[in-house]
């Protein structure tokens, strides 16, 4: 049953990720404006969330999932986490409230998705060692 859930984290999070592409990438002036960030920022953003999403989907689906590349995919979401704070400290000063809080929250959120899939991988069995 942990790969069922990992498997169902891993798809979710990847659809969040390809409409943060979709967005970012597509709407990029609309985005920046609504969130008070530069665009390039946005769209820095967006093309990150489209190979995640792929790599997402990857594990999802394998037959076995791999207890690595889940792992990696945990440790990026923590990364992403980290860098969503820092952009705000860094751009506070520029941004709406709202794109404070959106920032703050879809941080948040990637935390608990970032758990969930520790999780799931901590599941996963250890690959068998080949000699």
Do not use: H, Y
């Amino acid at each position: 049953m942990p790969s069922f859930n990992l498997k169902t984290t891993l798809i979710v999070d990847a659809v969040t990720c390809t409409a943060l592409f979709l967005l970012c990438v597509f709407a990029t002036v609309t985005v920046a404006a609504l969130l008070g960030l530069p665009s390039d920022v946005v769209t820095v953003a967006g093309w990150i969330g489209l190979p995640s999403a792929a790599l997402m989907l990857l594990v999802a689906f394998q037959k076995e999932p791999s207890k690595g590349l889940a792992n990696l995919i945990a440790v990026g979401n923590l990364g992403w986490v980290a860098a969503s704070f820092a952009v705000i400290a860094i751009f506070a000063a520029q941004m709406t409230w709202l794109g404070i809080v959106i920032v703050a929250v879809q941080a948040l959120v990637v935390l608990e998705m970032a758990l969930l899939e520790a999780k799931g991988a901590a599941a996963l069995p250890r690959p068998a060692a080949t000699a």
